[in-house]
């Protein structure tokens, strides 16, 4: 476990380093993720691997590591009141073109490039 | 009435509620609340509806409401939590790693569609607080809501907004769509996995990938890295887009 989550702090730092020496606005861990990935590519390290075993059950709880940031809701529930519709509005609104955007943009390339469609049938879900 | 027999218990009292204000205390709040979120989870069969991170966030949120913590103090005491959001978003790469198969012919529609997608969160968002009455300060917090919260902080911070705020805005998007986003695809007719990954992860980054890798991992992969290049393409596209909309 303390192997596998030494490995990717070791590839966070990679990337922390990356992003100040170049100087750019993407957060560290980003770009960490992109070493990790190229390392996993040409490594290609068993299912059970201490970096993987670790790595997997830190995505078991992604959501836990957002909670503490979260909570800011409340500090500030009480000045947000006045501007609730702009705030909602445009977070709703854009949140919903971004989906359709992203969505039928890639699968209408897809359909354009002539690549298979991998489809899965709605009623699995 | 504080006789002698209630001054013990006033004390015990007391000293429960320092616990409960020590970081330790804060941390188990916040660890229980999440453990709570996902027994409901369970016990509401995986509907929709119930995301551990939502109640995790109602019952920390309560708890320093309560026992009067000032959020600040929270969040420092909760730093060992947030740590781990690091290291998290590198192993995003191994879902990605067992799906890369799948990239095989969906480079180029993956690329141009987040970053029209990235276009498109940015301006929206501007243009639609502006038109429905929000100030310039609200507008500039707002249009970095679709980053991954880092990026979200950072950018705001650079273009003269509320870093804290967009931290917010970042993580409630990223809640809403967890809740929603799955069956907002289907209604979409959005039925490849690896486009309907993508579309979760350029709106809502690693919260809406937390719920694309409890659906399948094909989903979840396209999620993380969809993520990854939405921080990319906003961290870019933004300081131009500012230009022209502020």
Known sequence: MILGLTWLIAFQLLGEVTVRLLDVAVPGPVVGMLYLFVFLRLRRPAADAPVVRAGSGLLRHLQLFFVPAGVGMVAYLGVLGDDWLPIAGAMVGSWFLGLVVVGWTAVGLERLLGQPRDDQPLEAR | ?246
């Open chain 2, 1 to 246: 009435m504080t006789g002698p027999l209630l001054v013990p218990l006033v004390g015990a009292a007391d000293t429960l509620l320092e616990v409960a204000r020590s970081p330790l205390g804060l941390l188990g709040v916040t660890l229980g609340g999440y453990q709570a979120g996902r027994w409901l989870q369970r016990r509401a069969r995986d509907h929709a509806a119930v995301q551990p991170v939502l109640v995790a966030i109602v019952v920390a949120g309560l708890a320093i409401t309560l026992l009067d913590v000032d959020y600040a103090d929270y969040r420092s005491a909760t730093e060992l939590i947030a740590f781990w959001l690091g290291p998290a978003t590198v192993a995003l790469a191994i879902p990605l790693h067992s799906q890369a198969d799948r990239l095989r012919g969906f480079v180029v529609p993956l690329l141009v569609a987040v970053a029209l997608g990235a276009a498109v969160s940015i301006t929206s968002a501007v243009f639609l607080a502006r038109w429905l009455g929000a100030g310039e300060t609200l507008e500039k917090t707002l249009s970095t809501k679709a980053a991954t919260t880092p990026v979200a902080i950072g950018l705001t911070e650079s273009l003269g907004g509320i870093p804290s705020l967009a931290a917010v805005f970042a993580i409630s998007i990223g809640i809403f769509s967890a809740i929603v986003g799955p069956a907002t695809l289907n209604l979409l007719r959005i039925r490849d996995r690896r486009a309907r990954g993508l579309a979760m992860g350029a709106v809502s980054h690693g919260v809406g990938a937390s719920r694309m890798l409890r659906e399948h991992e094909t989903e979840g992969a396209f999620a993380g890295l969809a993520m990854g290049l939405s921080a990319l393409a906003i961290s870019l596209l933004l300081p131009l887009l500012a230009l022209w909309l502020f």
